[in-house]
């Protein structure tokens, strides 16, 4: 039975992971920190409010002892700085490892990052230098598990929305099609990236990288 902490559960990926971590009858709690609520709600779940992540250490006594992290937070880049993007990414990811890992260094430690990300830092789109270097962060921290995913195309399931009002026009509008798109090798569901986050905390898959079709083969198993 296991404990896990989720961030970025108001989001899409976020809330697919809380919700099948709810349905794992081998996740025994949940602990939720969010910049505002939730609003899900089960006998499992803990939920922690913190506004300015970089103040984690200020509520470390409240996450008990995880024996995972999901780390599904993340922002647009859109209209940032390299400096302001990097602080909201990679010094909240930063914080959160370091808390994490003083807390159970035997912990697995999933990071959502994103198809496209550049482990050697050099692209040219700087949220994938940004998202290289937090990824590179957390695979050198040294926990017993630690992978990244990085999907691209999700479909949304179970009712779950995305927060950026484009994306849930696109998926209206998309949403005939999804039958034929789940049936893709490159598209995944908010499901089965759950799924394979629990997969992780008792199996050791060999890719440290997760993307789509690698979800996708992991969810199926």
């Keep these: 039975m296991a404990h896990v902490l989720i961030t970025g559960s108001t989001g899409m990926i976020g809330k697919g992971v809380l919700l099948e971590c709810i349905d794992d009858p081998s996740i025994e709690s949940i602990t939720l920190i969010n910049r505002s609520p939730s609003k899900v709600t089960d006998k499992k779940i803990k939920e922690v409010i913190l506004r ?15 024996d995972a992290c999901f780390h ?12 302001e993007y990097s602080k909201l990414t990679l010094d909240v990811t930063k914080t959160l ?45 040294g926990f017993a598990k ?16 995305s927060r950026t009002n484009l994306y849930n026009t696109i998926y209206k509008i998309m949403r ?11 598209v995944t569901t908010t499901t ?30």
């Design 72 to 83: 599904c937070m993340g922002v647009s880049a859109v209209g940032m700085s390299e400096a």
């Design 146 to 161: 630690a992978y990244m995913f990085r999907p691209g195309f999700i479909i949304p399931e179970k009712g779950i929305e």
């Design 192 to 221: 089965r990236i759950g799924v394979v986050m629990i997969k992780t905390i008792t199996e050791a898959p060999d890719l440290q990288y997760l993307e789509n079709p690698a979800i996708n083969a992991l969810a199926k198993n």
């Design 176 to 186: 005939p099609f999804f039958g034929f798109f789940r049936k893709m090798n490159s």
């Design 52 to 66: 300015d992540f970089l103040e984690l250490a200020t509520v470390k006594s409240q996450l008990g002892t995880p």
């Design 97 to 141: 490892a370091d808390i994490c890992y003083d807390m159970n260094p035997r912990m697995t430690f999933n990071y959502v990052s994103g198809t496209g990300t550049d482990s050697e830092e050099k692209s040219r789109q700087m949220w994938a230098r940004v998202k290289g270097r937090t990824e590179n962060y957390v695979l050198a921290k």
